[in-house]
């Protein structure tokens, strides 16, 4: 009754969006690739998958498949399968299908990683029928076609293959293991109950058998989805921050020792330092790995009233900049804390690092009142005194600049069901929407009900999937190596 909502021809329309991508319907079927990363190394790895994975095991080892374990390696000489000449010696493994990444019968060649070994094996792989190179990401799309992985986990490997430091592993690992999607599938399993019990409210709400304040449950039952869908919103955008990278903007007057900052951290020389004013007019972007968090680090344009053109439009990036950064880092020249310029005042807030900078060179009598006055001023919760020239004090500063990242992300990231993605964000609010639709409908409206059930029920099928995801598919399969 309820799954006709559900009955949809997405496995039809989602054959067609293979199809029109990479005509499969009229191509060999059987795929293969270097799975490892090319150029020379000590192993190279070439996957093949598809219904005839297992005469490249044949052709080109000569072993028979009643001799071939799953999932056992074998040390064979791979030999080609028209000349029989002999390309290398190596490691093969047969994975029947259903068990395999892809969900279909799948082999590994581990070979040598030289150029002309894995050239060789490759070129002998196409002289087989039926076979072909496969293309980019089409690994991993067959695995999606074959429900081995969905769309969540399929993103959590993509982000896998591109972390690059300690918390974006983290992340993407349990994304890839199934974290999102145990949370979004049992909440919209939760929701299709529900609709259930409203759509045998619409047949049979005449039929004495159906019990006496069945709405009033699904109303409760619908709230407590309603509160937890909101709460896993209300997340601070912390999975989407770490896998992206936290944004940290170095903000301040000009010749405040901006440039110097950024290359100090970077530990080479990133940015232009120059006495002359106004020397930094574009962002200037450097990466950084803090305590296994991603970092993006922005040197901008020193804050000031200017009649330059080219200055102003500087400023005017520097304070975007400023809005869309998670982190601002302010630097003030020691000596000139008495008169702060209200362009900078403005900015300061109590999420600020306030940074003191050349204490090599100020004035030291007058410096811990100022400092005090400054903190009660501003209402920063941390100042911080050091010259960026010499480095004295900078190596204090990072590492409490660490230690906060961890207490403001630490607690968050271990959460397993992290949004990561800003589509998920849009699906469950979408979802949400709905749901409080539902909540404001009366009960005795059991049709408009059950529609927004529907509706609710198919945001969450969009996250994971199940539900036209179409557009989706090539714009993720495309961050896919060849291999993958």
């Not at 989407?240 to 000009?254: F, K, T």
């Not at 901008?300 to 005017?316: F, H, P, Q, V, Y």
């Not at 961890?406 to 800003?422: C, G, M, V, Y």
């Amino acid at each position: 009754m309820v799954f006709r909502f559900f009955q949809s021809p997405f496995r039809q329309r989602l054959s067609c969006a293979f199809c029109s991508y990479s005509t499969l319907a009229t191509r060999p079927q059987t795929v293969y690739a270097l799975s490892s990363a090319p150029g020379k190394a000590g192993v190279a790895v070439v996957r093949v998958s598809g219904k005839n994975a297992f005469e490249a095991v044949r052709k080109m080892t000569l072993s028979k498949r009643h001799a071939t374990e799953p999932r056992k390696a074998y040390f064979r000489r791979i030999r080609h399968p028209r000349t029989g000449q002999i390309l290398d010696r190596g490691l093969v493994l047969w994975f029947p299908g259903p068990h395999s990444f892809t969900g279909e019968d799948s082999v590994e060649f581990q070979v040598h990683g030289g150029n002309a070994v894995v050239k060789s094996v490759l070129d002998a792989l196409h002289d087989l029928p039926d076979f072909r190179m496969a293309e980019q990401g089409e690994f991993s799309r067959r695995a999606f076609d074959n429900d081995k992985l969905d769309l969540t986990e399929l993103e959590g490997l993509a982000d896998l293959l591109n972390a690059e430091t300690e918390a974006q592993h983290r992340l993407a690992l349990r994304q890839a293991e199934g974290g999102l999607r145990k949370q979004y599938d049992y909440w919209r399993d939760q929701i299709i109950q529900c609709m259930a019990k409203t759509e045998a409210v619409i047949d049979f709400g005449e039929d004495e058998n159906i019990e006496e304040g069945v709405m009033e449950d699904v109303s409760s039952e619908v709230r407590q989805l309603y509160d937890s869908i909101c709460m896993h919103l209300n997340d601070s955008r912390v999975g989407e921050i770490i896998r992206g990278g936290i944004q940290v903007a170095i903000i301040g007057p000009p010749n405040a020792g901006k440039s110097t900052l950024l290359n100090r951290l970077a530990k080479r020389e990133a940015a232009i330092v120059s006495d002359i004013p106004g020397t930094t007019r574009d962002i200037v972007e450097v990466k950084l790995n803090l305590g296994g968090y991603p970092v993006t680090l922005c040197d901008t344009a020193g804050l000031r009233e200017s009649k330059d053109m080219i200055e102003i439009e500087g400023i005017k990036r520097a304070k975007a900049r400023i809005t869309s950064s998670d982190i601002k880092i302010c630097l003030l020249p020691l000596d000139e804390i008495a008169t702060i310029d209200p362009i900078i005042r403005t900015i300061i807030d109590d999420n600020t690092y306030l940074i003191l900078n050349k204490s090599d060179i100020a004035a030291k009598s007058y410096i811990k009142e100022d400092i005090m006055r400054l903190k009660e001023e501003t209402g920063v919760k941390n100042i911080w005194t050091m010259s960026c020239t010499t480095g004295q004090g900078v190596n204090t500063f990072l590492n409490q600049m660490i230690a906060t990242l961890k207490e403001r992300f630490d607690s968050s990231i271990a959460n397993p069901a992290l949004i990561t993605q800003a589509r998920h964000r849009e699906h469950l609010e979408d979802c949400v929407q709905y749901l409080e639709s539902f909540l404001n409908i009366p009960n005795e409206d059991v049709v408009l009900s059950a529609e927004e059930l529907r509706l609710a029920a198919n945001a969450l099928g969009r996250i994971t999937g199940k539900i036209d995801v179409e557009n989706v598919l090539d714009a993720l399969f495309g961050q896919f190596c060849i291999g993958k």
